[in-house]
C-alpha cells in the first residue's frame, strides 16, 4: 500500500491532523512509505521528532508501536522473550506424563509462550503499522546490531522457531538527539531527516493552529520570547510542545500582554531547571 500519494498529500494530512510539516518533512515522510525505507530523525529535544511518528500513524489510520530506547536496553526489552515461568510449570506438569525431554523442549517454544516486545509486535503484525524508535541514541552499541537485522529485511531470527518476516512492512521512524553518532551500517539502511526548531513564523503557525483563541499580538510576543529563550546557554531550551503549553497557560490566566512579569509569572512552564530560570530573569531582566 501507498502511505501517502506524494510529498503534497503527506503535507496535507499530516496537518490535518496536526502537524505542520515543511516541504521537507513532508517529502521524506512520502518517501519512506513509497520506498519502504526507514526514516531517521535527527535534532535536538522537542522539535517534534516523536510526534511526526504519531502524527503519520493518525493520518494513515495506522496503530503505533513504540520502542522507548535507553541505556541498558537489551533484546528481552526490545524483540522478544520466553514466559520462563510459564514454561517451568508447562515441564513440571508434564514430568508426569512421560514425555521425553524433546517432546518437551519442542512443545514450550512455541508461541504460546513467547513475549513479544516492541520489534517483534510490529513485524508479525499484519495490520497498518508505524514502528516508532525513540531516543535510538540513549542505547548502547550493541542494540544497533539487533536493529540492523530488523531495518535492513524487516525479519528477525529466533533460533527456536526460525526466522519469523514481515508479512506487511511497518513505516518505521527511528529518533535521535544525536547524544552520539549512530553507526554508519544504521545510517545506511535509512532515510535522514534533520529538524531544528523552526523559525519564528512557522513556530506561530504551530502555536496558533494547536491554541485556538490565542491573539496575534501575545502569540507573536511568545515566540520571540521562545526566540530569546533558547539563545541563551540553558540546560534545556524551550521545545514547541512547552511553546504550546505556554500559550494554553496565558489564555488560562487570562492575560493579554506577555510582558516582563508576566514571563516571569509564568516561567516554569517553559523552564524546568532553576538554573534556567535564574539565567532567563538574569539575562532578560526580568521583574517579578
Not at 520506498?35 to 493518525?58: I, N
Not at 514425555?99 to 497498518?128: G, K, V
Request: one cysteine or more; proline letters at 3%.
Amino acid at each position: 500500500m501507498t502511505w501517502f500519494s506524494s510529498p503534497t498529500d503527506a503535507a496535507t494530512r499530516l496537518g490535518e491532523h496536526g502537524y505542520l510539516a515543511d516541504p521537507a518533512t513532508a517529502t521524506t515522510a512520502y518517501l519512506a512509505g513509497a520506498l519502504e525505507k526507514p526514516l531517521l530523525v535527527e535534532g535536538p529535544a522537542g522539535v517534534g521528532k516523536t510526534e511526526l511518528a504519531k502524527a503519520v500513524a493518525r493520518a494513515t489510520g495506522a496503530d503505533l508501536v513504540r520502542l522507548q530506547c535507553y541505556e541498558g536496553l537489551d533484546e528481552a526489552r526490545a524483540l522478544y522473550e520466553w514466559n520462563y515461568k510459564k514454561q517451568l510449570l508447562r515441564i513440571q506438569a508434564s514430568q508426569g506424563d512421560g514425555q521425553s525431554w524433546s517432546e518437551t523442549h519442542d512443545d514450550i517454544f512455541t508461541d504460546e509462550f513467547l513475549l513479544t516486545r516492541p520489534l517483534l509486535t510490529a513485524i508479525r503484525r499484519e495490520e497498518q503499522t508505524v514502528l516508532l524508535i525513540d531516543e535510538v541514541d540513549k542505547t548502547d552499541v550493541e542494540v544497533e546490531g539487533l536493529l540492523l537485522e530488523v531495518l535492513s529485511d524487516f525479519q528477525v531470527t529466533i533460533p527456536e522457531l526460525g526466522t519469523v518476516e514481515a508479512v506487511r512492512r511497518p513505516f518505521v521512524v527511528l529518533t535521535s538527539n544525536a547524544t552520539r553518532e549512530l553507526s554508519e551500517a544504521v545510517k545506511r539502511r535509512c532515510l535522514y531527516l534533520h529538524l531544528d526548531y523552526p523559525d519564528a513564523e512557522r513556530e506561530r503557525e504551530i502555536v496558533t493552529s494547536q491554541v485556538p483563541g490565542l491573539e496575534d499580538k501575545i502569540a507573536e510576543q511568545l515566540v520571540a520570547t521562545i526566540g530569546r529563550l533558547r539563545e541563551l546557554e540553558l540546560k534545556k531550551a524551550p521545545s514547541i510542545a512547552e511553546s504550546v503549553d505556554w500559550a494554553r497557560t496565558l489564555i488560562a490566566l487570562e492575560i493579554r500582554d506577555l510582558d516582563e512579569k508576566a514571563i516571569a509569572d509564568t516561567l516554569g512552564v517553559v523552564l524546568k531547571h532553576a538554573s534556567d530560570q535564574d539565567r532567563a530573569v538574569r539575562e532578560l531582566k526580568l521583574r517579578s
